[in-house]
């Protein structure tokens, strides 16, 4: 996948996470969903970006096997938070926010499908970022 805006790195994470989701659902685990400043960069075709993919994924287990299957690691490094994935390769790192699909809140029918080559990846619609960062 290629268009004009969207960084390299970041059409290479996002496709990981795409292999990494797809490895899940055939593991018949639930796919995580794309959210926060990804989504926005997504959408604003790169005019706003961000240095991670936040994830939420009801299964923190799989999730945690699934990106690394597809090259990522657990954060280790000294000076950063832990908890997420990184790509020695790739500075954009994976971050599982929440289990929960904006606390149960979120409306699955709206949900969108981004087509990338390594597979499909759910990602929230603009809306729910919108009233998330409101209530915050």
């Known amino acids: 996948m290629s268009a004009p805006g969207y960084r390299a790195e970041f059409l290479a994470a996002l496709d990981l996470l795409a292999r990494a989701s797809a490895r899940m659902v055939a593991d018949g685990k639930p796919p995580p969903i794309l959210v926060g400043g990804a989504v926005v960069e997504f959408d604003t075709m790169g005019a706003v970006t961000t240095g991670d993919l936040d994830v939420v994924a009801a299964d923190d287990v799989a999730l945690g096997c699934a990106p690394a299957e597809v090259g990522f690691r ?3 490094r000294a000076g950063k938070r832990l908890g997420g994935w990184y790509h020695a390769e790739l500075p954009i790192a994976v971050d599982c926010v929440s289990a929960r699909h904006y606390d149960e809140r979120g409306d699955r029918a709206r949900l969108r499908v981004l087509v990338l080559p390594g597979g499909d990846l759910l990602a929230a619609p603009i809306e ?9």
């Open 74 to 76: 657990r954060e280790d």
């Open 128 to 136: 729910e970022l919108i009233i998330d960062r409101i209530g915050q």
